[in-house]
């Protein structure tokens, strides 16, 4: 729990506030934009006190899904709304799982939910409520590894609703030798014919993509939006594998069409057409060269 002592003084003065144990994993930002903000010395804050119901409810939000409980309430009210709010839904049966994991450092986990069975994206925390309405919502049926960072609490998962995990088998760890659905190889994968699995090295050996329906690519750690969404962004700085590679990774998505990017970490970004996702990816690539 967030500790009022531990407050960190950037806070503007009401009831939320953000302690000295955030990591900057940008989670709170990316949920709440309007009331939290970074420091400048590299953790989040609340800048803005919420001062209406939306902006409320996306406050506790943010709460519920903060990796390391460093947001609170000066009054310790309940979360409830927050807790409520997920998986909160995108678009087209696609939902945003919320309840990141500080074993993952807060990355973002997705849910599809789609007739020929649920999908879920990398692995949010495996918290009883989050459980409880993914189970209403139909459960998992296959639960996708884009690469080996994001895999704390797969096991989890997979024992609640004997879903299939599906991995690069060049990622595979101790944690992970159990996954049942290896991928091997540098070419795409079908999984359905609606899910085509693409192996995208570059962040790590083994990262892949999921591209959903021709509309939304998950993307890992490989491709980020910027955290106000108004671009793209590739992280040199956090690429584990010899950044040319990621370079060719990041040319080889111009052969798909999309609309969205929805990341591990970062913001995610939503073109207004597959045509403006690749004239957005040809400046990112230009422009990371």
């Known amino acids: 729990m967030a500790r009022l002592s531990r407050r960190l003084p950037e806070n503007v003065p009401g009831d939320f506030y953000v302690d000295d144990t955030c990591i900057d994993c940008a989670t709170c930002r990316v949920v709440a934009p309007e009331v939290f903000g970074p420091t400048d010395g590299g953790l989040s804050y609340v800048k803005r006190q919420p001062d209406e119901a939306g902006q409320r409810r996306r406050a506790f939000m943010a709460l519920v899904a903060c990796p390391t409980a460093s947001i609170g309430t000066a009054g310790c009210q309940p979360a409830h709304e927050g807790v409520a709010a997920f998986p909160e839904p995108l678009a087209d049966g696609v939902y945003y799982c919320g309840f990141t994991s500080e074993q993952t450092f807060g990355a973002s986990s997705y849910l599809i939910v789609r007739e020929g069975g649920n999908v879920m994206v990398d692995v949010p925390r495996p918290a009883a409520p989050l459980m409880k309405r993914v189970g209403e919502l139909g459960g998992v049926d296959r639960l996708f590894l884009s690469h080996r960072d994001d895999v704390a609490g797969h096991g989890r998962w997979h024992g609640r609703f004997g879903c299939r995990r599906v991995m690069h088998a060049d990622d ?102 597959p045509a403006a996702m690749r004239r957005e990816l040809e400046r990112l690539i230009a422009a990371v060269r």
């Open 172 to 273: 595979v760890g101790g944690g992970t030798r159990d996954v049942e659905d290896q991928i091997a190889g540098g070419e795409p994968v079908a999984l359905a014919p609606d899910l085509l699995a693409i192996p995208v090295p570059g962040h790590t050996r083994g990262s892949m993509a999921l591209l959903y329906r021709e509309t939304f690519l998950f993307t890992g750690d490989h491709l980020m939006g910027t955290e106000d969404g108004a671009g793209l962004y590739a992280s040199r700085g956090a690429c584990w594998y010899p950044w040319p590679e990621q370079l060719r990774s990041l040319d080889r998505l111009l052969d798909y069409r999309f609309e969205w990017v929805l990341p591990g970490h970062e913001g995610r970004f939503r073109a207004a057409s």
